[in-house]
């Protein structure tokens, strides 16, 4: 293998590592967002449920991470072997510096910090109160009533003021 190909993989692993922060960062705004859009309060087996999807699409996307933070940390050590026998110092020096060990556990701190503020939302965030909610699907309510039902009582009322 040449020094091009490795560096090729190792831009594919790093545009890997990018697909799974973007993925991570989708799922997260999906859940918060369908979560502030729901009109009515989850029912403890739909947090269940919500919880065990998230966890499982956070655990998998953390694990591809992980490998290919492993993968791209693997290339950079052959690149910084085969390196050292080219007149490319600064590159060598520079692959010498960097690592993404860090990365590792940096990715596995985000998303253990996320994925509780997550779980804590889906759990104990109160988007829409149960008896406003009841208030307003009381069918004698002015509030639960649809727009048709509120425009023939208005209309009962004009007549008999006339």
């Known amino acids: 293998m040449t020094i091009k190909d490795v560096a090729d993989l190792l831009f594919a692993a790093r545009e890997r590592v990018d697909f799974y922060w973007n993925f991570y960062v989708v799922v ?49 050590t052959d690149l910084v072997r085969m390196a050292a026998t080219t007149p490319l ?32 939302v889906v759990w104990f965030a109160r988007f829409s109160e149960p008896e406003v909610a009841a208030a307003k699907a009381a069918p004698g309510s002015a509030e639960g009533a649809s727009s048709r039902e509120k425009q023939k009582r208005s209309t009962a009322v004009r007549r008999r003021e006339s």
């Open 28 to 76: 997260g705004i999906a859940v918060i967002g369908w979560l502030v859009s729901l009109k009515k309060t989850l029912t403890p087996s739909m947090k269940l449920l919500v919880s065990v999807v998230y966890v499982i699409a956070a655990a998998t996307n953390l694990l591809g991470l992980y490998s290919s933070y492993t993968f791209a940390e693997a290339l950079r």
């Open 89 to 120: 110092s600064d590159t060598h020096l520079f692959l010498e510096q960097h690592t993404y060990l860090p990365q590792r556990l940096a990715a596995i701190c985000i998303h253990v910090v996320v994925g509780v503020s997550i779980l804590l």
